[in-house]
């Protein structure tokens, strides 16, 4: 081959999805879709559950992301310790804001604070959409509570559509399961009340 000839490294396409497909059915969906893609190549993403609009409740929320998340493309695992942001599949407003906003409209009226901060949000090299990340509340009676979260839900086909409608179904459950430990306090052991307390001071 030529010098000429060998392909522009800034026009190499996005690694795709693993998504349990032949690798022949995969490169063929792959070529459809960039077939029917913009001329701009570029196509941007909103959580189906950031469209709804968040209650005035009395509660205190703060969402953050981990640094790696908080960019405009979407993440997809590549490896077992590699990462990649997508250059032309682009979240249509900042993950963060519609986490937040999302998480909000799915908790029941609650008084107090909640802290949340999502450790991941992408797709996982095995085909799976993956939510991890902890949480934290204190209630104005001085209820206290917390834990953590990982969810994964599995790609029934291929594509960041595809991707996108699941981590949002992830982070719906995960938002289920905080908000039914807000609107039923739990009876705990004093020694479990303890834990709770020095996670959150922490």
């Known amino acids: 081959m ?3 000839d060998a392909p522009d490294p800034d026009n190499r396409p996005e690694p795709m999805m693993a998504i349990r497909l032949p690798l022949l059915l995969l490169t063929l969906l792959a070529l459809a879709a960039c077939a029917q893609a913009p001329a701009t190549g570029e196509q941007h993403y909103l959580l189906p559950s950031a469209r709804l609009a968040a209650q005035q409740q009395a509660l205190d929320l703060r969402l953050q992301v981990a640094g790696y998340l908080d960019q405009a493309g979407l993440v997809l695992e590549t490896g077992p310790a590699t990462l990649t942001g997508a250059r032309s599949h682009r979240w249509a407003e900042p993950l963060e804001a519609q986490l937040e906003r999302s998480l909000a409209a799915a908790l029941p009226d609650t008084e107090g604070e909640l802290r949340v901060t999502v450790s991941r949000f992408q797709g996982t090299a095995d085909g799976d959409a993956r939510v991890s990340g902890e949480w934290r ?7 206290r509570a917390g ?34 430990r807000l609107a039923v306090p739990e009876k705990r052991k004093p020694a479990e009340t303890e834990l709770d307390d020095r996670a959150y001071r922490d």
């Open 2 to 4: 030529n010098s000429h």
């Open 137 to 143: 509340f204190l209630g104005t009676d001085g209820h």
């Open 147 to 180: 834990g953590t979260f990982d969810k994964r839900q599995a790609l029934k086909r291929d594509g960041y559509e595809e991707l996108v409608l699941r981590l949002d179904a992830a982070w719906m459950e995960a938002a289920g399961d905080i908000g039914r």
